[in-house]
């Protein structure tokens, strides 16, 4: 069946340093994939995408790494701080009509950024 | 913009006891959904919708009923509640052009 997962579920690192959470899934058929960083009690938080046909993507400190010959997904934080600590969830979806709400999330990360 | 809001934060139930947990957003979007989060678990998708009059199903439905007459709302509702729904339940919303999903702050549910 479809599942996204998480190689490590919790993540220590020292403030400065840059961060990298893994993720594995298993639906080749999924258009894209998201990460969500989620603090202790809100909802989760967009962070960044990348289709499926893309290899890297990169946004304001945050690298997003997809290798599907191997069906991996990465998320790499540069310059990790004090405020990036929280849990981070991979999900993936498959369009429909264009976009689609439809997620399959990965179990998350817990990130301990240590000062 | 408010985002999204859900009612209430917290509510503890008896089994079987019903109840409607209210999501309204003021982003005009289309789409909107309905998870659960579990301890230890990433969220599961209970249902959605994309548009006012159209709801589906997602990985988790049983036990739960939805609708969505108007854009702005999407209340989801427990018919008999059991103990196997205690959860944080989250909705979310998204527009037609965007993977982007904006969650709510989350409604923690217990049920004895």
């Known amino acids: 069946g479809e599942s996204v997962g998480l190689h490590l579920p919790t993540l220590s690192v020292q403030e400065g340093d840059n961060s990298i959470i893994n993720c594995a899934y298993s639906?080749?058929?999924?258009?894209?994939f998201i990460w969500y960083k989620q603090e202790s009690g809100k909802g989760p938080q967009f962070i960044i995408d990348?289709?499926?046909?893309?290899d890297k993507r990169q946004g304001q400190r945050v690298t997003v790494l997809l290798n599907k010959t191997v069906k991996h997904l990465s998320l790499q934080i540069a310059a990790t701080q004090p405020g990036d600590s929280a849990v981070y969830f991979c999900?993936?979806?498959?369009?429909?009509?264009?976009?689609?709400?439809?997620?399959?999330f990965g179990t998350g990360t817990l990130l301990a950024v240590q000062p | 913009n408010a985002g999204v809001t859900q009612t209430p934060k917290f509510q503890v139930l008896k089994t079987g006891q019903s109840m409607t947990l209210q999501c309204a957003q003021d982003?005009?979007?289309?789409?909107m959904s309905w998870y659960r989060q579990d301890p230890g678990m990433g969220l599961r998708l209970i249902h959605y919708?994309?548009?006012?009059?159209?709801?589906d199903q997602g990985e988790v439905p049983n036990g739960y009923n939805v609708s969505r007459s108007t854009t702005e709302d999407f209340p989801l509702r427990l018919l008999s509640a059991a103990p196997s729904q205690t959860s944080v339940y989250f909705c979310?919303?998204?527009?037609?052009?965007?993977?982007?999903?904006?969650f709510g702050p989350g409604t923690r549910l217990t049920v004895t």
């Open positions: 919708s994309v548009g006012a009059g159209i709801t």
């Open positions: 990348i289709r499926s046909n893309m």
């Open positions: 999900a993936e979806g498959r369009d429909v009509g264009g976009a689609t709400n439809k997620l399959i």
């Open positions: 982003m005009n979007h289309e789409y």
């Open positions: 979310a919303s998204s527009n037609s052009r965007s993977h982007e999903q904006y």
């Open positions: 639906n080749s058929a999924s258009d894209y």
